[in-house]
């Protein structure tokens, strides 16, 4: 799905495109689910072949066990409304790999530290489904109205528990990401309890959740395909609490895709 496809979408899907654009701004966050993304058939088809895609994520060998991720960022630009996938650099053993850096300001865990991780293959890339994904979550910022090129980046993780052996995001704390804007969809879960968004003020960015006043926390679960949020980074900081597995199963698992926008310049460069 391209931008113009997604401008002649159904009226319905504007309206509920504008609504979630409004919360976003008035909370500093949104959550929508896949009856808010009007799905095609085909895009139906895509989610069940993320489910299967990702299972062959490789371990994140960055942080404890249980986390398994590939990563890819391209180039947005505005006349040619296209993303261009970077290439990655090819390692030794074969594999194509992306740089990917957060600050210690953003992340206390591995701030500062350039982290690798497997480059997302084309044929994710390539999904009608994350290209929907990428459209829905770029007119939710309302960064195509301001920026010529935007950096976007897009993670796919499986937090894979074991009994007595749970998975865990980094950091593991209350964080801000350093994107302006990031959504989060969720594509599969199964046998794991845990993994609940809770959003809190800025100010309590580093915090442990013990640390935060429970009256500053809003909490909610992504629990069916494709329930979503959308986070203003400016607004709010975040933490998922790890994910367990559930008694009596040899193995539990929660898939997100995260995409986010960072701009490329630093002043509005778009046409009026």
Same mark, same amino acid.
């Given at each position: 799905?391209?931008?113009?496809?997604?401008?002649?979408?159904?009226?319905?899907?504007?309206?509920?495109?504008?609504?979630?654009?409004?919360?976003?701004?008035?909370?500093?966050?949104?959550?929508?689910?896949?009856?808010?993304?009007?799905?095609?058939?085909?895009?139906?088809?895509?989610?069940?072949?993320?489910?299967?895609?990702?299972?062959?994520?490789?371990?994140?060998?960055?942080?404890?066990?249980?986390?398994?991720?590939?990563?890819?960022?391209?180039?947005?630009?505005?006349?040619?409304?296209?993303?261009?996938?970077?290439?990655?650099?090819?390692?030794?053993?074969?594999?194509?790999?992306?740089?990917?850096?957060?600050?210690?300001?953003?992340?206390?865990?591995?701030?500062?530290?350039?982290?690798?991780?497997?480059?997302?293959?084309?044929?994710?890339?390539?999904?009608?489904?994350?290209?929907?994904?990428?459209?829905?979550?770029?007119?939710?910022?309302?960064?195509?109205?301001?920026?010529?090129?935007?950096?976007?980046? =897009? /993670?796919? $993780?499986?937090?894979?528990?074991?009994? +007595?052996?749970?998975?865990? *995001?980094? &950091?593991?704390?209350?964080?801000?990401?350093?994107?302006?804007?990031?959504? =989060? /969809?969720? $594509?599969?879960?199964?046998?794991?309890? +845990?993994?609940?968004?809770? *959003?809190? &003020?800025?100010?309590?960015?580093?915090?442990?959740?013990?640390?935060?006043?429970? /009256?500053? $926390?809003?909490?909610?679960?992504?629990?069916?395909?494709?329930?979503?949020?959308?986070?203003?980074?400016?607004?709010?900081?975040?933490?998922?609490?790890?994910?367990?597995?559930?008694?009596?199963?040899?193995?539990?698992?929660?898939?997100?895709?995260?995409?986010?926008?960072?701009?490329?310049?630093?002043?509005?460069?778009?046409?009026?």
């Amino acid at each position: 799905m391209g931008w113009n496809t997604f401008t002649h979408a159904p009226d319905s899907y504007h309206l509920a495109v504008a609504h979630i654009r409004n919360n976003l701004h008035q909370q500093g966050f949104a959550t929508f689910n896949a009856a808010d993304l009007d799905l095609s058939d085909s895009e139906k088809i895509d989610l069940i072949s993320l489910c299967e895609l990702s299972k062959s994520l490789p371990l994140d060998r960055f942080g404890e066990g249980g986390r398994h991720r590939s990563y890819c960022e391209g180039v947005w630009d505005y006349e040619t409304e296209a993303i261009h996938w970077k290439t990655g650099y090819q390692q030794p053993d074969g594999h194509i790999e992306v740089d990917y850096h957060q600050g210690s300001e953003y992340q206390p865990e591995f701030g500062g530290v350039v982290r690798k991780f497997l480059r997302m293959p084309d044929e994710i890339l390539n999904k009608g489904l994350l290209n929907k994904l990428i459209w829905h979550d770029l007119s939710l910022t309302g960064m195509k109205e301001h920026y010529s090129r935007l950096l976007c980046g =897009v /993670h796919m $993780i499986r937090m894979q528990a074991l009994p +007595g052996k749970p998975a865990k *995001i980094t &950091p593991n704390c209350f964080h801000r990401d350093g994107q302006p804007f990031t959504a =989060v /969809h969720l $594509i599969e879960r199964y046998n794991v309890e +845990g993994g609940t968004t809770h *959003i809190a &003020p800025p100010s309590y960015a580093n915090c442990q959740l013990e640390q935060v006043p429970a /009256h500053e $926390i809003t909490r909610f679960l992504l629990n069916d395909p494709l329930d979503s949020y959308i986070i203003d980074d400016a607004a709010i900081c975040h933490y998922i609490n790890p994910v367990t597995c559930v008694e009596n199963a040899s193995v539990g698992a929660r898939t997100i895709i995260l995409i986010d926008f960072t701009p490329l310049e630093q002043s509005d460069t778009c046409p009026p």
